[in-house]
């Protein structure tokens, strides 16, 4: 039965990640929290193992969207090389960072993460400011380390800092969009590496798992977000845009809720 979970959970990100426009690492942290808990997995190690894997899932859907991107000439590469090293050390320094703080700490900080951007979902809109000039180099590699450090901290491929920073960068929508799919795989590759390697020496991990990355998850998941990403996509063209937005946002104002509460306690 849990292969069936991590199937649905996975389906259910994959429709999300096609209808919203984002990765489904702000969906599928969440579940697999549900999922390892309601199987009486080690508490100390159910937030990261659920982030590790959803670090690893999201190599599989990056590859699939920005292949798909570029193939529209969405993917600004000369951006994204300069970004791509700073979003790999920040990764990797974002795993080592989660990996020190607690497990219950750690869950609250996603929740309060879900809620922030759900609200912006909710209430705020990204203003494209064409024609400015790119900003700089170190800018560009600064900004890389610090959405990579966040997203692998997070568990989700940075869409929802990647467009906004691009967009004040001055690219198009479109362009802000296909080069955050082609950043959110080296952040998902570096981070889920480095789950992978911090967890190795942790005793208490369920079989199945190479460090924070339960193996069965991944796959699973990765199937059937695969295969219905593209579900969701077709309805995205026939729902109105606003509100896919608004209800994407009020998913996530009840995953965060959820395990904000559950992370101090109240449920």
């Given at each position: ?37 309601a199987?009486?997995?080690s ?20 590859i ?6 570029n ?6 590469w ?12 920040g ?64 568990g ?7 467009v906004p ?103």
């Open positions: 039965m849990l292969y069936v979970w991590f199937v649905i959970a996975g389906a259910f990100a994959g429709v999300s990640a096609g209808l919203f426009g984002v990765g489904g690492g702000m969906i599928i942290v969440p579940a697999l929290v549900w999922i390892f808990t199987y009486d997995f508490p100390e190690v159910v937030t990261h193992l659920a982030i590790g894997t959803s670090l690893a899932t999201i190599v599989v859907t990056s699939s969207s920005l292949t798909a991107h193939k529209r000439g969405g993917v600004r000369e951006v994204w090389r300069k970004m791509a090293l700073g979003l790999v050390i990764s990797l320094v974002g795993a080592g960072i989660a990996d020190m703080i607690d497990g219950k700490a750690l869950q609250a900080i996603i929740g309060v993460g879900a809620l922030l951007v759900a609200l912006k979902m909710l209430f705020f809109s990204n203003k494209e400011q064409l024609g400015k000039p790119l900003p700089s180099t170190g800018v560009q590699f600064g900004a890389g380390t610090g959405i990579g450090m966040a997203s692998s901290i997070f989700i491929g940075g869409g929802s800092l990647t920073f691009l967009n004040w960068a001055g690219l198009p929508m479109k362009q802000s969009v296909g080069t955050s799919a082609a950043c959110g795989l080296p952040i998902a590759l570096a981070g889920a590496a480095g789950f992978a390697w911090f967890g190795q020496d942790v005793v208490n991990l369920p079989e199945g798992t190479i460090g924070f990355v339960h193996v069965t998850g991944f796959l699973c998941i990765s199937v059937a977000s695969f295969a219905m990403a593209k579900v969701g996509a077709k309805l995205a063209h026939v729902l109105p845009a606003l509100m896919l937005k608004r209800a994407f946002g009020v998913l996530l104002l009840f995953a965060g809720g959820q395990l904000l509460l559950s992370a101090i306690g109240v449920i």
